[in-house]
């Protein structure tokens, strides 16, 4: 089991920035691919970044430039920094925490944290 709690959401004028962060406790975190995912009211949830246990990285196209997603296995911490951001990134984003094993996928979530871009 891995539980992941999100935090660094809020309220931010266009053109600003915000960092998240998704503390993991419970597992080996290096072990697990980590992503950031977003679900805006009436939408369907996408990937907004994701980073793989060796540090490769992928984005959705509207974020690339613009996100930075980044780990510290050290402290079991994944962030994504925002930044130049648009009223069209407001959405809930939510931690995930994914790998497989001997055939079994474990795949875990976060409760998610508000992000707002508005003037």
């Known amino acids: 089991q891995v539980q992941l709690v999100e935090s660094g959401g809020g309220l931010v004028q266009p053109g600003g920035s915000l960092r998240l962060s998704c503390v993991a406790s419970?597992?080996?975190?290096?072990?697990?691919?980590m992503g950031w995912y977003r679900q805006a009211p009436g939408k369907q949830r996408e990937l907004a970044a994701a980073?793989?246990?060796?540090?490769?990285?992928n984005y959705v196209d509207s974020a690339k430039g613009r996100f930075s997603i980044s780990r510290d296995n050290a402290k079991n911490t994944v962030y994504l920094q925002m930044n130049s951001l648009k009223p069209e990134d407001t959405a809930v984003y939510y931690c995930?925490?994914?790998?497989?094993?001997?055939?079994?996928?474990?795949?875990?979530w976060g409760q998610g944290t508000q992000v707002t871009v508005s003037s």
């Open positions: 980073i793989t246990s060796g540090g490769i990285t």
């Open positions: 419970g597992s080996i975190f290096s072990n697990y691919a």
């Open positions: 995930n925490a994914n790998r497989k094993r001997l055939g079994i996928e474990y795949n875990y």
